[in-house]
Every structure is written in structure tokens, then in C-alpha cells.
């Protein structure tokens, strides 16, 4: 696709920048409305995906655009399409917790070859270009070495919009982990969840039920420092549908698919 050839990383990631000044600057006056159980959307997440959506519509109209905060059953998955969460950990911005990002993705043809995770409250974007590595502000990233899951501090999330239906699984899975790792982090951001797993910070992070948006660009900053992604059973993530995410370093990510209910 032409077009494509045009994209620059530089100017989408701008566009990203500016959606978080904005958002920093202006800081709109929080109206929370309920999706679901646990699950809340505000303006901020409203404002952040339209100027982002218009901002990479000006660049390259041809591409399509999927955004948690929209209907986004005629995307063709044959096509190229942009995934976007203005905000990944907005029960963390309603508490002004301030551990959430603008996390944005680009797929073509089922593979993610561009990602960007920007964090909100601190100065940290982190991205990755299919082959050219994962970057934080310039850096190259390198996911860590560690082998032995007694030492691995891994990140997790609760699913907290299935509580009812997951819950009792979630927390045998979390209790399975706990006892064999170092130590567990919630931090209420799957997608920085998988940004510091990049960064090395932690050796591992996994979740039930999570959705394009909230893993499409932790995938591609993962994979380009060295590690891996896939589901429960060790199957590459879809586009189209929720998945059971697990994401490492590689080695560890198999140390945890052996503690977890769901196995092969
Ligand atoms: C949620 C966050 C949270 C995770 C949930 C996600 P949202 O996304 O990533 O950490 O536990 O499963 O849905 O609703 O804040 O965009
Ligand atoms: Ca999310
Ligand atoms: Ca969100």
C-alpha cells in the first residue's frame, strides 16, 4: 500500500504527544459515565481518541481506525487499521492514580508493525517499528534475562470488567504465580504493563480477557526488545476478538503458562 510508505512514525507519534498536552493543559472537568460492571469511560477518553483519530486521518486517510471508544464493527481486517486506547487504566484516572496511557497500534495484513505507548503522568513514550527495534524517549529497549521465575516480578491484571464470571480463576491463576515468583504488580494499565515488560522493568505480565486495544502495541514494543507474546495456550493474539494475554521475556512467559488453569 502506498500509502503506508508515506506514514512517519515521527508524525503519528506527534500526534500522540499533542493528544497528552492537551489533555495535560486542559485537563477537561471529569464526566464519568458507566459502560459496564467496574468499567467507566470519561471525556478524557472520548476527547483524547477523536484528536488522535483526526490528527492520523489528516496523515493517511486511506488507513482505518479501531478505538475502544467507538463502533467499530465495519473495520475489514484485511486492511490496514489503526488500534487505539485514548486511555488504558481509566479507573486509574478516575482516581487520579495517575499509571495511565494513550496506547496506539497499527496492523497490516494480522501483524502489528508499528506501536506506541505514551505515558500520561510521567515523561516516558515508548514505541516500536516492525525490525527497527523498541525505543523509551531514544533508548533502546531489551526485555530482561532472567530464567528463573523465583526470581521474576510479574505484573498482572484482575479482569475486573468479568469479575463475577473470571474472578475465582483469576485469583488461582494469581495465587499459582505468586507462591513461584519473586513478586506481583497491579498497576491498572495493561498496556504499561506491557511497556515495562519491554523495558525490562519486569520479566513478565499476563491477563484474561483483554482486548485488541489494550494489548495491539504492547505486542510489537515486547517483540522488538527480544521477548514474546501470546495467549494462554501459547498461540499468537488476534485483532478481531479478546484474548487471555501472556507477554515476557520469553523464558519466563512459559514458566507462568504451566501454573495457569488454561493449559494445552
Ligand atoms: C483496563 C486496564 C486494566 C485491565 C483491564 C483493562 P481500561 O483498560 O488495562 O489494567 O485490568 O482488563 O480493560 O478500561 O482502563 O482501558
Ligand atoms: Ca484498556
Ligand atoms: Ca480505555
Same mark, same amino acid.
Given at each position: 500500500?502506498?500509502?503506508?510508505?508515506?506514514? !512517519?512514525?515521527?508524525?503519528?507519534?506527534?500526534?500522540?504527544?499533542?493528544?497528552?498536552?492537551?489533555?495535560?493543559?486542559?485537563?477537561?472537568?471529569?464526566?464519568?459515565?458507566? $459502560?459496564?460492571?467496574?468499567?467507566?469511560?470519561?471525556?478524557?477518553?472520548?476527547?483524547?481518541?477523536?484528536?488522535?483519530?483526526?490528527?492520523?486521518?489528516?496523515?493517511? %486517510?486511506?488507513?482505518?481506525?479501531?478505538?475502544?471508544? $467507538?463502533?467499530?464493527?465495519?473495520?475489514?481486517?484485511?486492511?490496514?487499521? +489503526?488500534?487505539?486506547? %485514548?486511555?488504558? /487504566?481509566?479507573?486509574?484516572?478516575?482516581?487520579?492514580?495517575?499509571?495511565? &496511557?494513550?496506547?496506539?497500534?497499527?496492523?497490516?495484513?494480522? $501483524?502489528?508493525?508499528?506501536?506506541?505507548? &505514551?505515558?500520561?503522568?510521567?515523561?516516558?513514550?515508548?514505541?516500536?517499528?516492525?525490525?527497527?527495534?523498541? +525505543?523509551?524517549?531514544?533508548?533502546?529497549?531489551?526485555?530482561?534475562?532472567?530464567?528463573?521465575?523465583?526470581?521474576?516480578?510479574?505484573?498482572?491484571?484482575?479482569?475486573?470488567?468479568?469479575?463475577?464470571?473470571?474472578?475465582?480463576?483469576?485469583?488461582?491463576?494469581?495465587?499459582?504465580?505468586?507462591?513461584? &515468583?519473586?513478586?506481583?504488580?497491579?498497576?491498572? !494499565?495493561?498496556?504499561?504493563?506491557?511497556? +515495562?515488560?519491554?523495558? /525490562?522493568?519486569?520479566?513478565? &505480565?499476563?491477563?484474561?480477557?483483554?482486548?485488541?486495544?489494550?494489548?495491539?502495541? /504492547?505486542?510489537?514494543?515486547?517483540?522488538?526488545?527480544?521477548?514474546?507474546?501470546?495467549?494462554?495456550?501459547?498461540?499468537?493474539?488476534?485483532?478481531? $476478538?479478546?484474548?487471555?494475554?501472556?507477554?515476557?521475556?520469553?523464558?519466563?512467559?512459559?514458566?507462568?503458562?504451566?501454573?495457569?488453569?488454561?493449559?494445552?
Amino acid at each position: 500500500m502506498e500509502a503506508l510508505k508515506n506514514l !512517519s512514525p515521527e508524525k503519528v507519534i506527534n500526534v500522540v504527544r499533542a493528544a497528552k498536552n492537551q489533555y495535560l493543559e486542559k485537563k477537561p472537568t471529569l464526566e464519568i459515565y458507566k $459502560k459496564g460492571e467496574a468499567d467507566f469511560v470519561t471525556q478524557v477518553d472520548v476527547c483524547i481518541q477523536e484528536f488522535v483519530r483526526a490528527g492520523l486521518e489528516s496523515l493517511c %486517510p486511506e488507513i482505518q481506525f479501531m478505538g475502544e471508544e $467507538k463502533d467499530n464493527h465495519t473495520i475489514d481486517f484485511s486492511k490496514p487499521f +489503526w488500534i487505539m486506547d %485514548p486511555v488504558d /487504566g481509566t479507573t486509574n484516572l478516575i482516581h487520579d492514580f495517575k499509571c495511565s &496511557c494513550i496506547s496506539l497500534a497499527l496492523c497490516v495484513h494480522g $501483524k502489528i508493525v508499528f506501536g506506541v505507548i &505514551c505515558h500520561l503522568y510521567l515523561n516516558e513514550l515508548f514505541y516500536a517499528i516492525r525490525g527497527k527495534g523498541a +525505543w523509551l524517549n531514544g533508548k533502546r529497549l531489551s526485555v530482561s534475562r532472567t530464567t528463573e521465575l523465583s526470581q521474576g516480578l510479574i505484573c498482572t491484571g484482575t479482569s475486573p470488567y468479568y469479575k463475577k464470571e473470571l474472578g475465582a480463576s483469576v485469583f488461582e491463576d494469581l495465587k499459582n504465580v505468586y507462591f513461584n &515468583c519473586e513478586d506481583i504488580r497491579r498497576t491498572g !494499565s495493561a498496556a504499561l504493563d506491557m511497556a +515495562w515488560v519491554a523495558a /525490562g522493568r519486569a520479566d513478565a &505480565c499476563f491477563e484474561r480477557r483483554l482486548c485488541p486495544w489494550d494489548f495491539a502495541a /504492547g505486542i510489537i514494543l515486547i517483540e522488538e526488545a527480544g521477548g514474546s507474546v501470546s495467549d494462554f495456550l501459547g498461540a499468537p493474539l488476534e485483532f478481531y $476478538k479478546k484474548c487471555d494475554v501472556i507477554g515476557g521475556n520469553g523464558i519466563i512467559n512459559e514458566h507462568i503458562r504451566t501454573r495457569l488453569l488454561t493449559k494445552k
